[in-house]
């Protein structure tokens, strides 16, 4: 997977709030359990127009005591950061891994990430609580990794994808589409249209159907109307589909 190039980086570059806004060394010292940092943290009030909050591509249901691992493809070699965060703020949940190696070319695997520790203990619930996998660094600023959340049942293969976004205004629409470029020629892989309005502050879902899909590079476009006014965000991201967990 290619870094992104300099003006797609600066366009990117807000796509999210990173660990290294959000995270002090104060807070981290605070809250070091191991493997990971993770606690109740304070998050900035200036939030990008698109957040994402979420990018799965499997999620195992858990209950309070579970110990939960996280599976992610690693294309190439790249430094990576797990993030996790509550889709809707109640406690203001932040949980992020500590810098190690990872395996390029291969699936590697974060955990233990117990939930007794502080998920259990502030009340998150399962279904409130997201996952993304992102490389450190601006040099990759739109690059995302799936992650495959579980406790129990590893999963085998991966056939759909779940993305949670939060605006920051009211959107009248939402478009997305995922698609491979392949020489010169760019292959729809799925894609479609949320009418419904998206409101302010609150996340919604965009969920993609990679059923039959070959593993390799795709380039995911997410595109909003503004409610009251013209134009909208606009968000590109690259990650590779890996089609079976081996």
């Known amino acids: ?141 739109s690059t995302i990794l799936p992650a495959l959340v579980y406790h129990q049942h590893r999963p085998e293969s991966v056939n759909r994808y779940s993305l949670y976004i939060r605006p920051n205004t009211t959107l009248r629409t939402v478009q997305y589409s995922a698609d491979r470029v392949s020489d010169a020629k760019t292959v729809d892989l799925a894609k479609g249209m949320l009418v419904s309005e998206k409101i302010a502050g609150e996340p919604f879902l965009i969920d993609l159907d990679f059923t039959g899909v070959k593993s390799g590079p795709v380039r995911l476009i997410i595109s909003g109307t503004f409610k009251n006014r013209t134009g909208g965000p606009v968000r590109k991201y690259e990650f590779y589909h890996r089609a079976r967990v081996d």
């Not at 493809?73 to 190690?100: A, D, G, I, T």
């Not at 990872?102 to 699936?107: D, F, I, L, S, V």
């Not at 955990?111 to 040099?139: C, F, K, M, Q, Y």
Request: neutral net charge; charged residues 25%.
């Open 1 to 141: 997977m290619r870094a992104c190039k300099p003006r797609c980086s600066l366009i990117l570059a807000c796509l999210a709030v990173s660990s290294a806004q959000v995270a002090s060394e104060k807070w981290r010292q605070q809250n070091d359990r191991g493997n990971r940092f993770e606690g109740l943290i304070e998050v900035p009030a200036s939030l990008p127009d698109l957040e994402l909050l979420s990018f799965v591509a499997h999620w195992e249901p858990f209950e309070r005591g579970a110990t939960l691992r996280v599976l992610f493809y690693l294309p190439v070699e790249m430094p990576v950061v797990v993030e996790s965060r509550e889709l809707r703020e109640q406690r203001q949940y932040w949980m992020e891994s500590k810098p190690r190696s990872w395996r390029r070319g291969a699936w590697n695997e974060f955990g233990p990430w117990p939930t007794t520790e502080v998920i259990a203990r502030e009340g998150i619930a399962s279904d409130n609580l997201g996952v993304v996998v992102r490389p450190r660094g601006e040099a990759w600023a």
